[in-house]
């Protein structure tokens, strides 16, 4: 069983910068894949970012690519996510995943039912 919590999310004028945190619990964390989503109010879950148990693969949705950067720390069993040139269309609840499948080209990363466990989200407002 894996928990995880996120924390770091804030609310900042658009241009700004924020990294949240994913800190994880249980089963070593260099045996998931990683992944970051996110909700707005009103809106679906949409996928923001996956890193692979290593480290060295990292995917992007196109709305964040060159702006954010996920990193991880497996031996502090904590995942970041730098979100820099935040948008206003940035705002959402930020939820951090867990898969105990590896995160690869061809894999499903990119859909919520790849990840076992959930975070409880951290919200991220970002004002014009």
């Known amino acids: 069983q894996v928990q995880l919590v996120e924390s770091g999310g804030d609310s900042v004028q658009a241009g700004g910068s924020l990294r949240p945190s994913c800190a994880a619990s249980?089963?070593?964390?260099?045996?998931?894949?990683m992944g970051w989503f996110r909700q707005a109010l009103g809106k679906e879950l949409e996928f923001v970012t996956a890193?692979?148990?290593?480290?060295?693969?990292?995917y992007y949705a196109d709305s964040v690519k060159g702006r954010f950067t996920i990193s991880r720390d497996n031996a502090k069993y904590t995942v970041y996510l730098q979100m820099n040139s935040l948008k206003p269309e940035d705002t959402a609840v930020y939820y951090c995943?867990?898969?105990?499948?590896?995160?690869?080209?061809?894999?499903?990363?990119?859909?919520?039912?790849?990840?076992?466990?959930w975070g409880q989200g951290t919200q991220v407002t970002v004002s014009s």
């Open positions: 995943a867990a898969s105990s499948s590896d995160i690869y080209r061809g894999s499903n990363y990119y859909t919520s039912i790849w990840y076992d466990y």
């Open positions: 249980g089963p070593t964390l260099s045996s998931y894949g």
């Open positions: 890193i692979s148990w290593s480290g060295e693969d990292t």
